[in-house]
C-alpha cells in the first residue's frame, strides 16, 4: 500500500514539473533536421527533401543578405517558407522589417489585408505579386509569384520556360533546384525537371551531374547569383 502511494505520488510530482504547455507547443514546429543528407545510389530518392529544402534555403539568404542558419531556425520556430517569401519580398518597399511583417501576418488570413494601408502596387511589388495580391490569393499562391519575379528579374530562366515550370506542377523548391542544375549541366531547366517527376532521375543524381554535393551548394548558389545580379 505505502509503495503504490509513493508510485502514485512520484507520477504527481512528474506531471506537476513538466514544462508548461510543451505539447501545446510541437505542433507550431516545423522540423528542418534532415537525417538522410548525402546522396545514395542505393535509394537515389532518400536525401532529395534535404537537397530542395537547403537549395530554397541557400537561395533566400543569399537573394536577402540573411544568415542562412536564421532561415532555418525560423522555419523550425514556425515560419513558413511561403510568409517569409513574402515578407522579405514586400519589406523593402513598405519601409518595414520583414521580422514586423511576419509577426503582423500573425491571426491574419491573407496578406493583403496586412500590404494595402502601405498603398504598394505593381511598380514596387512586380506584376506577378501585385495581381496575386489584387486576388486575394494564399500565402502559397503569392510567395510562388514571388519567386517567379525574382528569377525572372535575375534572368535566371526565361518566361516561357518558367510558365512550363508552373504548369507541370513544380514547386518553388524545384523551380530554383532544377534552375540551379541547369546552369551547370547547361540544359534546360524543364527537361531536367521532368526526369525527375517521370522517376527517371532524382534531385540527388542530378547534383552529382552537376557536380554539386551537399556541402557545396550554398556556394553554388551564391555563385549563380553573382553572375545575374539585377
Known amino acids: 500500500m505505502i509503495e503504490k502511494t509513493f508510485s502514485r505520488a512520484l507520477v504527481i510530482l512528474a506531471v506537476l514539473l513538466a514544462p508548461p504547455l510543451q505539447a501545446m507547443a510541437m505542433p507550431a514546429i516545423t522540423c528542418h533536421c534532415f537525417r538522410d543528407r548525402n546522396y545514395d545510389p542505393a535509394q537515389p530518392t532518400l536525401a532529395d527533401p534535404y537537397f530542395l529544402a537547403t537549395t530554397q534555403n541557400s537561395f533566400f539568404a543569399q537573394l536577402f543578405a540573411v544568415d542562412k542558419g536564421t532561415v532555418v531556425m525560423k522555419k523550425q520556430g514556425g515560419a513558413s517558407s511561403d510568409d517569409m517569401w513574402i515578407a522579405w519580398w514586400v519589406a523593402p518597399s513598405a519601409g518595414v522589417g520583414a521580422e514586423t511583417l511576419l509577426q503582423k501576418k500573425q491571426g491574419k488570413d491573407n496578406w493583403k489585408e496586412l500590404i494595402s494601408p502601405y498603398g504598394l502596387n505593381a511598380s514596387n511589388l512586380g506584376g506577378r505579386v501585385a495581381a496575386a495580391l489584387q486576388a ?74 552537376g557536380r554539386i554535393d551537399g556541402h557545396s551548394i550554398e556556394q553554388e548558389v551564391a555563385a549563380l547569383l553573382k553572375q545575374r545580379r539585377r
Request: glycine fraction near 12%.
Open 136 to 209: 486575394r490569393s494564399g500565402s502559397a499562391r503569392l510567395a510562388g509569384a514571388v519567386v517567379d519575379e525574382i528569377v525572372l528579374r535575375r534572368q535566371l530562366i526565361g518566361e516561357g520556360e518558367l510558365a512550363e515550370l508552373r504548369r507541370g506542377g513544380a514547386t518553388n523548391q524545384e523551380v530554383i533546384i532544377a534552375i540551379l542544375i541547369a546552369g551547370k549541366l547547361r540544359l534546360p531547366a524543364q527537361k531536367l525537371f521532368l526526369e525527375v517527376r517521370s522517376g527517371k532521375s532524382s534531385w540527388g543524381a542530378l547534383l552529382q551531374r
